[in-house]
Structures are given as structure tokens and as C-alpha cells.
């Protein structure tokens, strides 16, 4: 493998949008490059979905994911080395100040349940948007919903109140904020558009909507184009202190506040699913 | 009553100077001719008239009222029909073509069926009815596009050269066309030719351009009179010859040049033009009595078989002659180059021109 | 690896045979969508062409340059733009337009717009100059010569229009920004290709192109027929 | 509230006065791309369409049937299948053109190609079959006829090749799949507004379409002249 | 040697036969004519000849080798030269289109420039070298094309209706120009007119073409000796009477039509047509003695004044005859409709054919 440019080794990284989406990786990747001038680090962003596709062909050496149940599975199939937890936020549900469904001070499974039964009362008024694009996002929203003890594919997705923009979290926040419509969001991206929309955190720190970012290079042993040994680095570099200072402290310039949580060392936090079952991987971690 | 006057009408395409002060009345019925040398502005000044062009100056008018290429002037326009000089086809068939102008006038179906089918027979064409428009040939689309005009039985028409592409049979044919159209639907025609003939045959008058209007008149005048130099040489009339007229006897008039002294019937004075028509002259082996005021001895100089005429050259020494004769004279006589020959023409044969 | 396009062919195929009942919701809504706005293009492009050929005006040429400077514009800034007039807060916010397919329509149209007016006044350039000068002769008034005209132009005008419903059902800024890709509501071909695509489903986003360009198709064959009559 | 709309503006102008670094330097691999990918595909377009147009074969009105559907690919389907061509996985995998400039040239002249095509078709059928007879009895040779009749076509030819520009320049359905929008090496106009959007910096993403647009005009005004000489 | 050959050429267009079994053989140097009515094939034979139309089958053979429109023939094509009978021109100013053979020939700037002005002023052309091709007049244009032609100096130069929309005056010179090309610069020329005049004038060799080729050789053998009626018919071949042709005393031939008896010295038998050209016929009051065999007495019942001459139909019973007679003897002689008069005419003058 040489896909050097400028004599540089190149490290190709898949993320999902809203790493990219809040900035967070553009400052990684200065400090990285800093580190390592011998290496170009290219970001991809974009869906989990074809993030993973990337990964699989060997057009990226490394992929950045918040979804636990895929990632495992990359793990299990041998196209990932390991996973390696770097930063951790909370999903955010958001609504109309108005909050017409009134879930303000619930916990996530509650809320949504509280949605479904006002929303069937008066789908005008209280409605859910959902990114319905298989994201790390839409798979969490999945499982709330199923906590929550609704049939998702029955009672939920077909619900005239709940409504699938299949799309980015962007664009599904703007769409929640024209219909004054629920939705939930990673807590990144919501604080990017704080400013821009109506729409206010209505639910922000319940232990299942605990939001985990990690890192998996690929295995060169499947995928024999991978630049590992960079991916390696990266990884290294995203849990060394240096890493983690840059994501503890990116974005209270900014916003005020921190858009992640740094692990610093620590074990990662595991969702404390209360009120229900939780899938077998989820017990597994 | 005229149907189309034109008044003081000039064209420019940029600073070039097309057509210059025309002036022109055009009486319902009648058969203008206009005849000039290459781009001399005749399709433009057809173009004008159409409505096609805007003039730099001048007006159009059209019974009485003026009209102008702006909106409005639909009505003046369906009464106006012009065969342009280039083919010209929409896609599409003949009938296509032909049915065109009653479409937009809106007739009926079967109406416009019978008139197209009835014009295309008139011009020979009934058999190239489904054949595509842009596939015919150079005279069967001069015949189509005088077909397309018909239909719509303009009041003016305008014809800019006509029969150009077409042979001698088919060319006959679209002439007695015309003068049925003229007798039998009074319509008036303003047509181009570069067929002087054909000019002649078929105008009531006619019309010298070349840029400005150099003489406008009934065909016999304006091919036997010319007014001017430019109409003598145009029209094709030969033996001119410059001379000095004077006063004579008996109300004759002299005209000299170099060595020649030539007598007209007609009162002049001063620098002038002379001509006379070849086929006006007679020629003889001896000088012989006669009527004849003008006799000159000339020398054969060039013999030249027209196909229907011999044209001789006779040189007469400061001047030049031409001779038209019939075959059969000209073998009776045992005519040849160098041969040495009286040529008679009548003093009112000589015609005189500035 | 062209294997998701192969694997892609087969699930077109199946789609298609099974009438999917979900993907054909979307074709029919895609195919409804894009015919609307490439018929309201039509209607006002082609006599907006027409006019701007046939006046003759002073920066007639600019205006030319302009109209073709649009055919560059991103359908993101179309989607921003018609997003940003039909938005609650915008001037036309009172329609309730944002996210309905109607909305997706009049975005679209926007988008196609310059495209049916640059190409209508192209094509007529094509025709002679003559065959103006003739149906004028021929009694035609103004408006019968411009539809004689546009009738000699017929082929390159079915050009732009199939150009112009190319880029409408093609296009995915306009239906993404202004039609939401709601399921069951505003998603058409090209959101779901997208939103496949994020997803990772190569092989079905294939399917799904394969089905638009078998759509796509049968509306040229219907359009060239037309022409040719 | 078209308020974005004017901020947008104000944010073009700021961004061009101030030549801000990061804006030239997209804006050049903009430029660079797009005008690559037109280049190349007229290169290709120009001379197959006339090949398409001189060569009387079974089939021609059917091929151009095809060529006329390929307007409507999704700019993500040939993404899709040139990515899947690129990719490590794919049969030109070896030469490392997925997420790189020269891997996104080749996408837009794919996606391009079809219009460049078609419209080069379209341009010379406008042409009078009788050019083509001049030519040749004035003793041009096939090349030259050819050459002879794309400058009589040239007018509708520059159109076609402005068309191209536009939806290469405009595209961002193949920047993304296989430019990867990475910033400092395969961003570029569109794919930074799709990012700006999704970030909802609505002004910024207007500033950037208003700057891509003034590059097409210079382009098309560029190739209006070179028309008109 | 020939320079061009044609063997049993046909062209169709669907199951439309425009040409059939075309046969020529054109000598180098020679200006060979073609005549026919509208629609005849005249302009597809010189596609054909210069490669734009393929044949649907024949050959055509140019200096003994057998040229075909396929790929390989660009010398060929460079030999050859043609003007259209429409009006055509590339985008682009006079000297532009005149100029066109020379680059694509690559010739160097300097000498183009030189033949393009030398062939413009030979056609009296200079002045519009800078004007925009397209907006040239009918004559100008076909100025511009036989410019644009002969900047390439051809071989073969096929001209179709050179003249059709050229005034008298820009007709005699390019007349002029196309003898003198023939003349001095050996330049093989076929030429399609409808001017049978010029056609006789021009013209070495004359074919009557309608579909097929009906009679080809000199134009006086074509224009007064037509082998068949339909030759007679289009070259204008008047008083045409078919009869019953028997052998009489002294090797003259009679020739029996309804009550009319004609004598002539050819030999003949049976059913044949003859004709009488109308200036071989002379007129007079009373029946005069002459070597004139034929004296038929007839009433006029038309007079047409046709510029150069009178025409007049005088009616023999069966027949109706045209004589020509020029102004003067018919003012001279007093004629008018309804006078009786004799018509004499040589037995020499009687043209038979079949
Ligand atoms: N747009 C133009 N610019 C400059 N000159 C022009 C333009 N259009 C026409 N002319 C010139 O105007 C003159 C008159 O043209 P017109 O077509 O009226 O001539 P015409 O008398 O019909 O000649 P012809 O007998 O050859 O048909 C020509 O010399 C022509 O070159
Ligand atoms: N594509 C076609 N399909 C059918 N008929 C055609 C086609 N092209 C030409 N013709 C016919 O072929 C015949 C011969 O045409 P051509 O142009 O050779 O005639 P021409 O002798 O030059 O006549 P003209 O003296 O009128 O120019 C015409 O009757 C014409 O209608
Ligand atoms: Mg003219
Ligand atoms: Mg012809």
C-alpha cells in the first residue's frame, strides 16, 4: 500500500457526520498532523452505514462510529481490530418550548411513550421526526422506542405522527424545528444549531441516552490495503492525554460548554438501561 | 385607384445605401415588373412591401393607409402573398406546405384539402403532394412555393423571380398562370425578373431599379425609349451611338458621330444618345433605292447563330453595328465574314435618349 | 468488486416484478413530481425562450449569459433558496408548502427553469432565419409564426425538455430541502438512493437508479414520439 | 425571512474581498475539477456525438434514445459505480483514485458525458444537411467536414459544453461518493455548501453558491467570446 | 481520352426511378450540357458525379478509374469542382466562404489571400469581400459560389443553372468566363440551364435528359435535328406534324397530314413526324413563283410581339403553323388577324423524325 502524496502516508477516516459536523475532528486532525507531519489524514464523513462500506472495501483505514451493535459486529466479522471508546456524550430530546406532549423532566423511554400516547390523541400537535436512515442516532432512537414497550415496526413507524426524514441530523433538527416537532438528536449537533432553531433539549442527560464515539481500525489481515499502522497511531493519539484534552475542552470556547466527554483513561460508561431488557450485545459490553 | 403607393422609401443596412427614394404608384390589376442588375435592392424593395423589412425612411401605403412592419397589420398582410427568390420549405410535406396559409387563416379541413389539391394541379404538382418539401427539385419547389401562395388568393402578389429554375415548358405555363391570375382574378402582381422578356410579355409596366428607379413606364417604352444610358445598356439595346443632334430639313433631325450621320424622325438638339433596334435595319448587296433616310456601308466583321436569329456585327467605321437576321436571308444572301454591305434603317426607327 | 451492480440489476428486477408495493408509492410520486415540474418549466420556459429569441432588446446577449450562468447552480442553493420563501418565518410560509410535494414541484421547476428557457432560445437560434420571413409572408400572425417556428425546432426543443425532466427527477438538493425525504409523504427516487446510499445499501441504491433510468426512458420514448408525429 | 439571503450576499462579497485562504483554495479545486471533467468529457463528447450524427447505422435512434435517458442519472448513481470502479475492492482499485481530485474528474466526466454527447447530436442536426455537401464538394476531407460543420454548429456547441460545465461544476452527488469531501484535498464548492446546509449555516452556504455561480458566469462569458470570434 | 465516364447509372429514391441506365462519356476539355424539364435528374446526375449521392447501381468512372462516395476519393473530390442551384454559404463573410478550399487544401495565408481577390474581382465580387455571406442577394450569392469554386482551380467543374438569378449583363460575363475557362485553362465542364440558348452557346456537347438520356451530340444536331417528339417537344421545335411520309419523284420524300401535303428532301417512309423551323417560312400576300416547294395558304389568327420578333399563327386547315418575321417586314407588309396569306418554305428546311 502507498497512496502517499507529497511523499506523505495518507490515513483515510470514515466518521459519521456529526464528529465532522461539529469540528471536532478538524481539530484532532491539526493536532495529529502536527504530531505526525508525515501523514496526511483525510476525513470522510457520512452515514454509519456507508461508513462501515468503506471500511469493509478498504477505502479507509480507520472508522469513528457511535453505534455499539455494528461496531461489535465489524469486531466479530474480523474487518475491525477493536473497539476503542475515545469520547462520550448524551442524545438530546428535543421539542417545542411548548413541550404540547409535556415530557420535560422525564426519562427517555417515558418520553417517548408519553409522544406515542398524545401524538394518536392529536397528530397535528405532537408529532416525532426520526432520522429513519439506520444511523447511530436512529438505531438509539430504536432501541428507546422499544424500551419505551412499543412494537416499533408495527405501532411506531407507521404512526401518522412519526414521521422519517431520512436524513442527516441537520436537516432532521431544521425539520423538527419547521413542524415544531420532536426529535432526537446527538447532543453535538444540537448545540451547533442551538442557535438557529426554536427548538429547545427538552430531555438531556437520562442514562439510556448515553452516546459513545469510538474508534476502530481496520484488520489488515482482511482488508489488506489498510494503512494499520497509522490507524494505530490515531487511535493512540485520540486516547492519549493530548487527545483527550483537545475533545474535554472542544467547543466551551464556542458554545459554552463541552460537546464531548473525554474517557481520560477511564472505562467506558456503560447506558444503565433501567426499565427494560436490553439486546444481548448491550450486555454483552 | 391605386392599391399600393410608395413614397420617398429608402433602405440602409448600415451606412450602405440600398434603396434610394423610390416612388412607385401600383394600380389594382396591374403587372409591375421591376427588372435591375444584381443586387440592385429588388428582393429588398419586395421584402419592404411584405412587410418583412422596416424601411430606414419613406412610407408603404396599402389603399390608401399606411402600414408599417410593426403589430397590427395582420389583415394587410393575409391580403399579401410573396414567392421569395431562394426555396424555401417548412418541414414536412408538399401538401404541408401548401395547406400552410389556410391553417392559420383557420378554414376547414375539407375546404383546404379541395384548395390545395386544386393549386397543386394548376401548377403540375398533384403527384408530389406526399413527397417531403425539402427533397424537390430546384424548379419543382419554385412551382410548390407559387402553390402556397395561391391558396391563400392574395390581392398583391409578389413574385421575385419566379420561373428563375424552371425550364422552358413549365416556365410557359407559370406565365399564362400569371396573366390568368391578373385577367381573370384582378390581382395585382409585382414581379422580378432577370428574363427581359418574360419582363415584357407579362408586365403592364415596368419598373428600372438600380438603387433609385431609373425609369418606370410601359414596356414597349422603357425597352424601346430607354430614358437614360444606364436603362439602354441595361434592357440590352445595342447601337448606341453618342453623337451631336442639329436641326434639318422638313423636321428631321441630324445626329452626327465620327465619321456617321444618322437622320431621326424625332426633335432633339445638342449631345444625345442613338438607337436602333438590330432587327430594325435591313441590309443589301448595293446601295438601293428606297424610303430609307439613313444608308451606311459597313464591313461583317463577326456572325454569331443565335439559334433563332443570326446576329451580325458590321463594322461602319467610327461605330460598331449590330444585325439581327433571319437564317434564311442571311443564306439567300450568301452572307460571310468580310462581307462588304449597305445597312437602311428609317429615320423613325432612330431613337433618341439623354 | 462490481458485484452490488450486479446484485443491484437483480434487485431492480425483482422489485420491479414483485410491484414492491412501497416502491412503486415512490416511483408513481417521483414520476408525478418531476413531470409537474418539468410541464410548469415547460410552460413558462419555452415561451419565456420564445420571447427573449424573437425581441430583439438591449442586453439581450447578457441576459443570455445569465440564464446559462444558472445552468451551474447547485440544487442545494435552489433547495436554500425556494427552502427560505416557503419556510414558516418565509414570504410564503402561509401555504404550508414546505415538505409537501407541491413544494417539491415549484423548487424544481426553479431548478429546470434556465435550463427549458436557455435551451428553447438555443434551439430556435437552429432555425433559419427564412422560415420566419415565410410564415410571416404567408399571413401567419406573430404567435403562429413563433409556434411555426418552435414546430420547425421540435427536435431540439424535445431535447430540452427531456434535459429538463432529466434533471428534475434526477436531482436531489431541491426534493431533500424542500420535500424532507418524509417516508410515505415526499420521498422520491433519488432521496431514497441517498438515503440508501448513507445507509450503505449499495446494491439497493442501484436498484433504485436502474428503476429511474427504465422510468426515465420510457418518458423519452413517449416525448420522442411525440416529436416525430 | 430572506434575511439569510442578504446575509449571504454580504458574506460572498466579504469572502471574496478578504480572499479568504481557505475559500480561494476550494474555489480553485473547484475550478480545477470542473473544468478537467468538461474538458475531458467534451474531449470524448464532442467527437462521439458527431461520429453518432455523420454515421447512418441500425439502432442510431435508439442509442440516442439511451444517450437522452443517461440526463436523468443521479448524479449519486454514477457516483455509486464509480466509486464501486475506484474503490480498493474495485477493478481500478490499484491506482488509488477513490477519494482523490482525478478520481472526481472521472466521475463528472461520466456523469457529464451523456449531455455532452446528446447535445453535440442535437447542435449538428440543426445544422442544414446542405453544409455537409459544400464542405465536401469543396474538397474537405471527413475530418474536415466534420470540423466544418461544428463551427457552423458552434453557437448550440458551446451551449452544450456550457451545460456540461454547469452540472459538473454544480454536482455534488459524485464530489461526495468519490471525492470523500476532504477538506485541504477533494473539497469543493458543493460538497462544502451540502456541509455547510447540514451544519444549517444557511448564509455561509448562499455566500458559497453566489461565489460559484460568479465562476460560472466568467466561465460561460469566457466561452461565449471564444464562441463569438 | 475521357476524363469522366458513365455507365448504366441508376439512382432511385425509395421506388421512386429519378435516373435510368445513364450513359456518357465526357472528353476532357469539353463543356458538356444538360437539358431537361424541371424534376428530370439533372442535379442528381452531378451529385452523383461529384460523390454526394451514392448510385443504386452503375459506375462512374473519372480518367479509367471507377470512383465511388465510399472513403479514399479525396484526391478525386479535390479535382472536382460544384456550384449549387440553391443559394448556400458557411457562416461567415464573403472571403471567408472563398476562401474555404484554399485552407482546407492548406495553402499558405499570403497565396490564399491573392486567389481569393483575383477570383472575387474576376466576378466582379471585390467589394463585398467583408460582407456577410448570408445576406448577399440571389446573384451575388451565385457569384460567390462559382468564385468559391474556382479559387480551387478544378478539373471538373460542375455547374448547376449557373445563370438562373444573374441578369443579362452578369450573364454575359459569366458566360464569357466559362468559355474562357474551357478555352485556356482546359477545364472539363458539365453545366445544367435552362437557358437553351445559352445551352447551345456554351455547350460542345448537348444531353436531353428526362430520367433517361434522350438524345445527346452537338446542339445544332440536338436542337434541330431532335431524334424523338419528346426532344422536339421540350427544345422548342415548333410547326411539329405527324404524317404518313412516302417516297415521291427526285428523291423527294412527301409527307400526307389531314389536307396538308409537305415536301422534303429527306429520304423516308411510313408514320413520321415532321418540323418547320418559324424563320424558315416566309410570307406573302399572293402566291409568288419561287424554289420554295412548299406553299401552304393559311389565315392568321394570333400575333404575339415578342421584342425581337413578331410571332404569328396562321392557321393551314389541319395545322396550325408559327412563323417569325421581324417588325420591320411585318409593319412593311401590313399584316393583321384574319389576313390570308401563303407560307413558303424550302424542302431542305423539313426535318424529319421519328
Ligand atoms: N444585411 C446586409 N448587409 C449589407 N448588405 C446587404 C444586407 N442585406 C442585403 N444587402 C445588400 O443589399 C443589396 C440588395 O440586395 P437584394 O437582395 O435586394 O438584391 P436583388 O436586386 O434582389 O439582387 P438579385 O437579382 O441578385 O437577387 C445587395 O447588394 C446585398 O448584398
Ligand atoms: N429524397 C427524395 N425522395 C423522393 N424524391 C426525390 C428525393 N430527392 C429528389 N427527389 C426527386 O428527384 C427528382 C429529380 O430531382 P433533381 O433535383 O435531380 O431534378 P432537376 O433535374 O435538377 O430539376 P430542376 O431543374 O427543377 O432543378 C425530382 O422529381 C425530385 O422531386
Ligand atoms: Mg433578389
Ligand atoms: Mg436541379
Not at chain 1, 417515558?110 to 426520526?130: N, T, W
Not at chain 2, 419543382?140 to 402553390?147: D, G, I, P, T
Not at chain 2, 440590352?236 to 430639313?249: C, E, R, S
Request: net charge negative; charged share 20%.
Amino acid at each position: 500500500y502507498s497512496g502517499a502524496m507529497d511523499g506523505k502516508e495518507v490515513l483515510v477516516v470514515a466518521t459519521t457526520t456529526s464528529l465532522e459536523d461539529t469540528g471536532l475532528l478538524e481539530e484532532i486532525e491539526a493536532a495529529f498532523e502536527a504530531k505526525y507531519p508525515n501523514i496526511d489524514m483525510q476525513v470522510i464523513s457520512g452515514g454509519t452505514g456507508i461508513a462501515i462500506e468503506y471500511g469493509k472495501n478498504g477505502d479507509v483505514d480507520i472508522i469513528l462510529v457511535h453505534d455499539k451493535t455494528r461496531e461489535e459486529e465489524l469486531i466479530e466479522d474480523g474487518i475491525g481490530t477493536k473497539r476503542n471508546p475515545f469520547a462520550y456524550n448524551y442524545f438530546y430530546i428535543v421539542g417545542p418550548s411548548s413541550d404540547p406532549a409535556g415530557i420535560k423532566g422525564m426519562d427517555a423511554s417515558e418520553a417517548f411513550e408519553k409522544i406515542q400516547e398524545e401524538g394518536e390523541k392529536d397528530p397535528e400537535a405532537v408529532e416525532f421526526i426520526s432520522r429513519g436512515d439506520d444511523s447511530g442516532t436512529h438505531s438509539r432512537e430504536k432501541k428507546i422506542w422499544k424500551a419505551a414497550g412499543l412494537d416499533y415496526n408495527n405501532t411506531v413507524q407507521n404512526a401518522p405522527w412519526y414521521v422519517e426524514s431520512g436524513k442527516g441530523m441537520g436537516d432532521t433538527l431544521t425539520i423538527a424545528d419547521e413542524k415544531q416537532a420532536y426529535t432526537i438528536s446527538d447532543s453535538g449537533t444540537f448545540l451547533a444549531f442551538k442557535d438557529k432553531i426554536s427548538l429547545e433539549a427538552l430531555i438531556t442527560e437520562s442514562p439510556d441516552l448515553l452516546n459513545v464515539y469510538s474508534a476502530i481500525p481496520m484488520n489488515p489481515d482482511k482488508v489488506p490495503t489498510t494503512n494499520n499502522d497509522a490507524a494505530n497511531k490515531l487511535v493512540e493519539f485520540l486516547l492519549s492525554s493530548e487527545g483527550q484534552k483537545i475533545i474535554a475542552e472542544f467547543g466551551v470556547e464556542e458554545y459554552g460548554q463541552n460537546l464531548f466527554t473525554a474517557l481520560n483513561g477511564g472505562p467506558e460508561p456503560t447506558a444503565l438501561f433501567s426499565s427494560f431488557l436490553v439486546g444481548q450485545s448491550e450486555l454483552a459490553a | 385607384m391605386y392599391l399600393l403607393e410608395i413614397e420617398n422609401l429608402n433602405k440602409k443596412y448600415g451606412s450602405k445605401t440600398i434603396l434610394e427614394d423610390i416612388n412607385l404608384k401600383v394600380k389594382t390589376g396591374i403587372n409591375m415588373g421591376l427588372i435591375g442588375p444584381t443586387g440592385c435592392g429588388k428582393t429588398t424593395l419586395l421584402r419592404l412591401i411584405d412587410l418583412l423589412e422596416t424601411p430606414s425612411s419613406g412610407k408603404i401605403i396599402f389603399e390608401g393607409h399606411e402600414i408599417s412592419p410593426k403589430k397590427g397589420n395582420l389583415h394587410i398582410r393575409r391580403r399579401m402573398g410573396m414567392v421569395f427568390q431562394k426555396p424555401l420549405a417548412f418541414k414536412g410535406t408538399v401538401y404541408d406546405n401548401v395547406a400552410y396559409g389556410l391553417n392559420i387563416r383557420g378554414y376547414d379541413k375539407e375546404y383546404i384539402q379541395n384548395k390545395v389539391y386544386q393549386n397543386l394541379e394548376l401548377l403540375g404538382m398533384e403527384d408530389y403532394a406526399h413527397q417531403n418539401a425539402g427533397s424537390l427539385s430546384g424548379g419543382e419547389s419554385q412551382r410548390m412555393a407559387l402553390a402556397r401562395v395561391l391558396v391563400t388568393e392574395p390581392d398583391l402578389l409578389l413574385l421575385d423571380e419566379p420561373t428563375s429554375n424552371l425550364d422552358p415548358l413549365s416556365r410557359e405555363k407559370i406565365e399564362s398562370l400569371i396573366l390568368h391570375l391578373k385577367k381573370e382574378k384582378d390581382t395585382t402582381i409585382i414581379m422580378t425578373t432577370h428574363d427581359l422578356i418574360q419582363g415584357q410579355r407579362l408586365s403592364d409596366e415596368i419598373a428600372i431599379l438600380n438603387q433609385k428607379i431609373f425609369q418606370i413606364g410601359k414596356p414597349e417604352d422603357v425597352f424601346r425609349k430607354p430614358k437614360n444610358q444606364f436603362v439602354a445598356d441595361f434592357v440590352g439595346v445595342k447601337n448606341v451611338i453618342k453623337g451631336q443632334a442639329k436641326k434639318d430639313q422638313e423636321g428631321l433631325t441630324i445626329i452626327k458621330s465620327g465619321n456617321i450621320d444618322i437622320y431621326s424622325s424625332k426633335q432633339a438638339e445638342g449631345d444625345i444618345f442613338v438607337s436602333i433596334r438590330p432587327e430594325d435595319i435591313s441590309l443589301s448587296w448595293d446601295k438601293v433605292k428606297t424610303s430609307s433616310l439613313n444608308e451606311l456601308k459597313g464591313k461583317v466583321v463577326e456572325i454569331i447563330d443565335d439559334g433563332a436569329l443570326i446576329h451580325l456585327k458590321i463594322d461602319a467605321g467610327s461605330e460598331l453595328f449590330t444585325v439581327y437576321m433571319t437564317r434564311k436571308s442571311f443564306l439567300d444572301m450568301k452572307i460571310n465574314i468580310g462581307s462588304e454591305l449597305w445597312m437602311e434603317f428609317k429615320a423613325t426607327a432612330v431613337h433618341l435618349f439623354q | 468488486m462490481l458485484s452490488p451492480v450486479i446484485d443491484g440489476i437483480y434487485q431492480a428486477i425483482n422489485l420491479i416484478i414483485t410491484l414492491d408495493p412501497e416502491m412503486v408509492e415512490i416511483t408513481l410520486r417521483t414520476l408525478y413530481i418531476s413531470l409537474s415540474s418539468t410541464l410548469v418549466a415547460t410552460l413558462i420556459g419555452v415561451p419565456l425562450g420564445g420571447l427573449i429569441h424573437f425581441k430583439a432588446f438591449k442586453g439581450k446577449r447578457g441576459l443570455i449569459n445569465m440564464i446559462q450562468t444558472l445552468y451551474s447552480v447547485p440544487t442545494v442553493l435552489v433547495g436554500l433558496f425556494v427552502f427560505l420563501l416557503l419556510s414558516r418565518s418565509g414570504i410564503f410560509g402561509g401555504f404550508n408548502l414546505l415538505f409537501t410535494p407541491t413544494g417539491m414541484v415549484i423548487g424544481q421547476s426553479v431548478l429546470i427553469l434556465p435550463l427549458l428557457v436557455g435551451f428553447t432560445i438555443n434551439s430556435l437560434s437552429g432555425v433559419q432565419k427564412n422560415i420566419e420571413d415565410l410564415a410571416l409572408s404567408l399571413g401567419a400572425s406573430d404567435f403562429q409564426t413563433i409556434y411555426t417556428i418552435m414546430k420547425e425546432a421540435r427536435y431540439a426543443l424535445i431535447g430540452a425538455i427531456i434535459l429538463g425532466f432529466g434533471r428534475a427527477i434526477s436531482e436531489v438538493g431541491v426534493a431533500l430541502l424542500i420535500g424532507g425525504n418524509i417516508r410515505g409523504f415526499t420521498r422520491v427516487i433519488t432521496t431514497t438512493i441517498s438515503l440508501e446510499t448513507s445507509k450503505g445499501n449499495i446494491a439497493l441504491s442501484i436498484a433504485l437508479g436502474i428503476i429511474l433510468l427504465v422510468i426515465a426512458l420510457i418518458i423519452n420514448l413517449i416525448l420522442n414520439y411525440i416529436q416525430e408525429k
